[in-house]
């Protein structure tokens, strides 16, 4: 029997854009399937046609226009030098004048905008119909605050994040707009997959699941919760915070992370850790184990670890007590020794600026950068 | 490229952004050099109009030493600039309907007509062909196209250029690619020849 057509891949499959897995199997098909065969030498052509492409050179003049333009643009300084003569520049009444049509202009708009403006996302269907609350969209439309948007069986949808960003939402995908402000984007992802690709300032947009709130700190990233209200975070790009309840992970890009409902978010790893690595990480995160069990996760854990491998360490660090601790502790400083002043009793007490000097080692963001957007450690870590 | 080449040319890249970020102005201008010919190509082919081009590639270097201070290095470089010059090429598109089709003769058509070797037209020929057809293209295909036929972006960094998903660009350029199949289906010859 013939598996799934796989016309939809055809291009992928081209540009060797699948894994091993899904080429063989594009493969297999394609021998016995003549539609996706002629499919297949449909996109060949295609792409033999975009291939003829050619690169121009960009006019010899461009540099001398741009750079005319760029001693055109005030710079801060220069306003700092202009300011004072503006200033005088005013006769006083005129001034009073042009304050009180300032203002009548600025109460105007403030209340046309509050009449008018009722905070909405954007929807834009890119495959197929989605559902919000009771009315059906087909191609726009839009989510307002409080309302449900649910994606169909083969349906995927786009949303404008105010002026920050986009959210693409999987088939089968439900998810609530809770607040759109421009400082505070929240929405609810009860379940499906979404992709979000944020450029703000960090905080500006967070999504709670049933098991963790993902806070994003500027980037692109994917997130998945199965029908237990288990998710899946994997970055892509900059760094997103997922915490529930004083259990906080940091995950940077080409990361992932795990939650559970009732544990809240795992341990945070690279995609590329091996596996065995990723499986005894599991089992430490969410499962119950005996001593025996625990010690022999614990160990693979550590002998696994590479270099890369040290934020996962010190995530474990506030995760353990007692003898795990000193061995992840001891783990860690191998592989990243300490800088001076962070003293093992010091790490296993539990010392938080310690902890944060020894992230600062790890050649990720500098912890006093995400701290200042996170704020201090959470009360209920130890 | 060799690993450690590849590590060399990414060092001085950030060498030179960081000199960017000083406002030092031959930073700015080596930076231009080094990008200026792919960001124009796609302006170029994006809008079909040389003066519409020079504005985009314009544009986007003006915006990009405007914002260059905002620029962390935690992301690729080329994925910032090339989000630049998808967003300025979108909202062109938008603002101006100046973008003229395939047919209106522009200077780069005639200084090819001019060379008369045969071979070269014919692959001339089959590239404005192309480039006609690319044009007709809706604006997201048409920048996916342009994005992976220059620059030779994985599906990841399209996806983070165009912000999409890596399923949603795979989509975009299999349907691109179909419409160039068909409607340069009289051309098929060509393939065959280059095969």
């Known amino acids: 029997m013939l598996s799934k057509h796989v016309y939809k891949q055809l291009s992928a499959y081209c540009h060797g854009e699948l894994s091993s897995e899904e080429a063989q199997r594009v493969a297999e098909h394609l021998r016995g399937c003549e539609r996706c065969r002629k499919e297949h030498e449909e996109i060949k052509l295609g792409i033999f046609f975009a291939q003829q492409l050619t690169r121009l050179p960009a006019p010899a003049s461009l540099w001398d226009e741009i750079e005319t333009a760029l001693n055109q643009q005030p710079t801060p300084a220069s306003w700092r030098l202009k300011f004072p003569r503006l200033a005088f520049a005013f006769a006083w009444p005129r001034l009073a004048t042009a304050v009180a049509v300032l203002l009548v202009l600025s109460v105007g708009s403030v209340w046309f905008y509050l009449r008018l403006s009722r905070p909405a996302w954007d929807v834009e269907m890119i495959e197929g119909y989605a559902q919000v609350g009771s009315q059906r969209i087909g191609e726009n439309g839009k989510l307002a605050v409080g309302q449900w948007l649910k994606t169909g069986d083969d349906s995927r949808a786009r949303l404008s994040v105010g002026e920050i960003g986009h959210v693409e939402l999987a088939p089968n995908t439900r998810l609530r707009l809770d607040e759109s402000r421009s400082d505070d984007h929240r929405v609810t992802l009860e379940r499906g997959t979404m992709y979000a690709t944020i450029d703000a300032p960090p905080r500006a947009f967070s999504v709670a699941t049933p ?14 919760v199965d029908e237990s209200g288990a998710g899946l975070l994997s970055v892509t790009f900059g760094w997103v ?16 992370c795990h939650t559970r409902p009732g544990s809240g978010p795992g341990t945070p790893y690279y995609k590329e850790a091996s596996a065995s690595f990723k499986v005894a990480l599991s089992k430490l995160d969410f499962q119950k184990l005996s001593a025996a069990e625990r010690e022999a996760a614990l160990t693979t854990v550590l002998s696994e670890a590479r270099k890369e491998d040290a934020f996962t360490l010190w995530h474990l660090l506030t995760r353990t007590s007692g003898g795990e601790r000193e061995r992840v502790y001891d783990r860690l400083a191998a592989l990243v020794p300490p800088p001076s002043g962070v003293t093992r009793d010091g790490v296993l007490q539990g010392d938080r600026p310690m902890l944060d000097r020894w992230w600062d080692e790890l050649g990720l963001d500098t912890a006093s950068w995400w701290r200042m957007w996170k704020g201090p450690w959470p009360p209920q870590t130890k | 490229m060799e690993p450690s080449a590849a590590m060399s040319e990414r060092t001085s890249e950030r060498r030179l952004i960081e000199a960017c970020q000083r406002d030092d102005r031959e930073a700015f201008r080596l930076l231009f050099e080094a990008h200026k010919d792919r960001v124009y190509s796609i302006a170029f082919h994006f809008s079909r109009n040389e003066t519409a081009a020079r504005d985009i590639t314009q544009q986007v270097f003006l915006k990009l030493f405007t914002t260059i201070r905002q620029f962390r290095h935690d992301a690729e470089f080329t994925t910032w600039l090339y989000r630049l010059v998808a967003n300025v090429c979108m909202d062109e598109q938008r603002k101006n309907r100046r973008f003229i089709p395939f047919g209106e003769a522009t200077e780069v058509t005639e200084i090819a007509e001019r060379k008369s070797q045969e071979t070269h037209f014919i692959r001339r020929e089959l590239a404005e062909s192309v480039q006609a057809v690319i044009a007709e293209l809706k604006p997201k295909l048409r920048m996916a196209i342009l994005l992976k036929y220059f620059e030779e972006m994985s599906y990841e960094e399209m996806a983070k250029v165009l912000g999409c998903s890596p399923g949603t660009v795979a989509s975009r350029l299999n349907r691109g690619h179909k419409i160039l199949a068909r409607r340069l289906a009289h051309l098929r010859g060509q393939f065959v020849t280059e095969e």
């Not at chain 1, 098991?211 to 998945?224: I, K, Q, R």
């Open chain 1, 211 to 224: 098991s963790a709130v993902a806070v994003d700190l500027g980037c692109a990233y994917t997130l998945e």
């Open chain 1, 241 to 256: 915070a997922f915490e529930v309840e004083g259990r906080e992970s940091f995950i940077p890009r080409f990361a992932e």
